[in-house]
């Protein structure tokens, strides 16, 4: 069956060091692979995105990985802040339906001071 | 200025009736999008529209029904509501498809 997969319900960083976030998938061949961040009682906000035919993505202090053997992107925050204490979805997009995005059910994150 | 906006925020209505949301863009997106997010969080498709024409239509009760007057606007209306359509309903809009969506800011249905 067809599944995406993000790690463990929580995760818990000191403050300054690098979050890592798991997307996993099968049966799935997606074009592309989003990132987004949701904060409570919000809509989820947009980061970043990763074609298939790139290995690495980054964006300030984020970095998205891609490997379409393992099927599976990491997610990056460097020196991570309080601030960037939220749920973060990934999300899955093909080429044979073009408008459809398949969302994973996020990782709930939570950089300590 | 809102991107995306939806309303209303909160809707608690009883079981039975008939409740309507509604969702404006003003980025000139082409495509528009209802979600819907469950108790547990899981983001799912229900409608998508390109300019003015449905595009996807999943596995949704005919209960639902969107409509889009024009490609700025979306709205979703549901007729007779169950206690299992509590949820979040969340619009959202691309200009490129498979390209990063803009959300609203939900909407949180109760029926009781």
């Known amino acids: 069956s067809q599944k995406i997969e993000q790690n463990s319900e929580a995760l818990n960083i000191q403050e300054g060091k690098t979050a890592t976030l798991t997307c996993n998938y099968t049966?799935?061949?997606?074009?592309?692979l989003q990132w987004y961040r949701q904060d409570p009682g919000r809509g989820p906000v947009f980061l970043l995105l990763i074609r298939e035919n790139e290995k690495e993505k980054r964006k300030e202090r984020l970095k998205v990985t891609f490997d379409t053997t393992l099927k599976q992107s990491l997610f990056h925050i460097t020196a991570s802040q309080p601030a960037d204490s939220a749920t973060y979805l990934c999300a899955l997009a093909f080429y044979s339906s073009a408008s459809k995005i398949i969302f994973g059910s996020g990782t709930r994150l939570s950089i300590r001071p | 200025d809102t991107a995306v906006s939806q309303t209303p925020k909160y809707l608690v209505t009883q079981m039975g009736n008939d409740k309507s949301i509604k969702c404006e863009q003003n980025l000139g997106h082409d495509t528009m999008y209802w979600y819907k997010q469950d108790s547990k969080k899981f983001l799912k498709i229900m409608f998508s529209y390109n300019n003015k024409e449905l595009i996807i239509n999943e596995t949704v009760p005919n209960r639902f029904s969107p409509k889009s007057p024009d490609k700025a606007h979306l709205n979703l209306h549901i007729n007779s509501l169950e206690l299992g359509d509590s949820a979040v309903y969340f619009c959202?809009?691309?200009?490129?498809?498979?390209?990063?969506?803009?959300f609203g800011s939900g909407t949180r249905l109760t029926v009781v």
């Open positions: 049966n799935y061949s997606p074009a592309y």
């Open positions: 959202a809009s691309s200009q490129v498809p498979r390209e990063g969506y803009t």
